[in-house]
């Protein structure tokens, strides 16, 4: 029998982005610096007399030529994104899914807007073997990340020789 030698990732993901460089440290400060904050701000006493309520319910964070994948993980509809299908905002495509057992729970309570929580036993989204996400030497993984278990070593993202995941079980 083989084990083996991580854990599955159990806990919460969301804002998922890969470039094919290293960010620089002034670039990676400001990417936590975006995402440190929720925003809801209300605007009132308006010419209508209306308030609007803005929620930031995605990173702002927009594709770029050298990023490979941005994954918000919203489940927004207008995209396609669904429980089992999830958009890929950058160029490439490089849309996740998944079925049955295999499909992460979503829910609205992600770092900005949902995110999908995976359960450390059999959670995943396939993303194909697209050559955008054959990595170089250089290359930079950023995701919002809360476990329910920190013990053990957890696979975030695995590439496969056939397939490139988020979370996956051998």
């Given amino acids: 029998t083989l084990y ?4 599955f990732f159990n806990g919460s993901i969301d804002e998922v982005a890969i470039w094919n460089r290293s960010l620089s440290p002034q670039e990676v400060w400001r990417l936590y610096d975006k995402g440190r904050w929720k925003l809801l701000e209300t605007y009132g ?7 609007i309520t803005h929620n930031m319910t995605s990173l702002p964070l927009s594709a770029q030529e050298d990023m490979l994948l941005l994954l918000h993980f919203d489940n927004d509809p207008s995209f396609g994104e669904n429980n089992t299908h999830v958009y ?10 998944c079925s049955g057992a ?8 992600g770092r900005m807007g949902g ?9 995943y989204f396939n993303l194909g073997s ?27 993202i695995e590439k496969l020789c056939d397939r490139f995941d988020i979370v996956r079980e051998s």
């Fill in 45 to 51: 006493n308006l010419s209508s007399g209306d308030d």
């Fill in 4 to 7: 083996p030698l991580y854990d």
């Fill in 130 to 156: 697209p050559s955008s996400l054959n990595l170089s030497e250089n290359f930079t993984i950023q995701a919002w990340v809360n476990y329910t278990d920190p013990t053990g070593e957890q696979v975030l």
């Fill in 88 to 97: 890929d905002w950058s160029i490439n495509g490089n849309n996740g899914t």
């Fill in 102 to 109: 295999s499909c992460p729970y979503w829910n609205s309570s």
């Fill in 115 to 123: 995110a999908f929580e995976f359960d450390g036993s059999s959670d």
